[in-house]
């Protein structure tokens, strides 16, 4: 993906970079090919506390002392809230960047993928290295128990922070006729197993955790 690519700026400061169409590979079965066919604009970095406090007018984070705690992610937060939060966006009128209408959401489970590895066939999109898991990720091992500021590590070569780590992220794909819905990355409280972009956990959509927050999409209509 080329340095100069398009991106925007909303009404709170947030950047959202474009995601072109194309395709990755599983790094466990790589004879899977999984296609994007649809560009959208992903979040440069979790959804903070103040940014959902904006808009929610509330805040349920567990982690919320310091002074920077504004700018530490949002989480206990449920799919359905998510969903609420994204439904909120939508009726402001920040719908429109770039010459173009849009909507916002969560990612699917494939385009967080494809965007944590920059669409390589790797483990992490920095290779196999997992020494070099610190460079890019807060995890169980140098977090110190809690949550940090967004965007305090190196970002992956698409421009994306915090994709392996700090807290999981809801995606969008609900499994059908069921109430289990995927968090993508790792955690603050994870080991580095689950900071591998292919790695899924499957929650119920009402569950609330300390270690789950959201990364929004904006769609192009």
Request: charged letters at 25%.
């Amino acid at each position: 993906m080329p340095k100069l690519t398009p991106r925007f700026t909303d009404k709170f400061d947030g950047i959202y970079i474009l995601c072109e169409p194309g395709a990755y590979a599983q790094k466990e079965t790589s004879e899977e090919i999984k296609n994007i066919s649809e560009p959208f604009f992903l979040g440069e970095k979790p959804v903070t506390q103040i940014f959902w406090q904006s808009i929610m007018q509330s805040n349920p984070s567990k982690f919320q002392q310091g002074f920077e705690s504004a700018l530490r992610p949002v989480e206990s937060i449920s799919w359905h809230d998510a969903q609420i939060f994204c439904e909120q966006l939508n009726l402001r009128d920040d719908n429109h960047h770039l010459g173009l209408d849009g909507h916002w959401r969560l990612p699917t489970l494939n385009e967080w993928e494809y965007a944590a590895l920059c669409g390589k066939n790797t483990t992490w999109h920095f290779g196999e290295m997992e020494k070099e898991l610190d460079n890019y990720a807060w995890h169980a091992g140098n977090s110190g128990a809690q949550t940090k500021q967004v965007g305090m590590k190196k970002p992956n070569d698409w421009g994306f922070f915090d994709m392996h780590g700090l807290v999981g992220e809801w995606c969008e794909s609900k499994v059908k006729d069921s109430e289990k819905c995927p968090v993508k990355g790792g955690s603050w409280f994870t080991e580095s197993e689950s900071t591998k972009p292919f790695a899924t956990r499957w929650l119920d959509s009402d569950k609330k955790s300390d270690g789950v927050g959201l990364r929004l999409v904006w769609s192009p209509i």
